[in-house]
Nanobody, 117 residues
Framework: VQLQASGGGLVQDGGSLGLSCAVS????????MGWYRQAPGKEREFIAA???????YYSDSVKGRFTSLRDGTRNSVYLQMNGLQAEDSGVYYC????????????WGKGTLVTVSS
């Protein structure tokens, strides 16, 4: 399973940004894809996930501001981030797994998001 994330960049406080992640390879076992974030000096934390039956999960820190959508025809997920704040800065990683409960088994390279205040 290969994951390719894109869309990171620099955005001003309060702005919006979208991230995309495409999955390829042996995807028959994939049941969920998610986004995790790692800020400098901190551990990687869960941000959002969407299952193949279109259930979405969000961390409290982004609920109401971020939306994760799945594009079934392209085997990809999209993370729309609105109302970005400085604390949203970090490297965003896309992951894929069999189920949300079991967590991510495969990871793509991260994409950097920087929110300037």
């Amino acid at each position: 399973v290969q994951l390719q994330a894109s869309g990171g960049g620099l955005v001003q406080d309060g702005g919006s940004l979208g991230l995309s992640c495409a999955v390829s390879g042996s995807i028959f076992s994939i049941g969920t894809m998610g986004w995790y974030r790692q800020a400098p000096g901190k551990e990687r934390e869960f941000i959002a996930a969407v299952t193949w039956d279109n259930k979405s999960y969000y961390s409290d820190s982004v609920k109401g501001r971020f939306t994760s959508l799945r594009d079934g025809t392209r085997n990809s997920v999209y993370l729309q981030m609105n109302g970005l704040q400085a604390e949203d800065s970090g490297v965003y990683y896309c992951g894929a797994g069999e189920s949300f409960r079991d967590g991510m088994l495969h990871w793509g390279k991260g994409t950097l998001v920087t929110v300037s205040s």
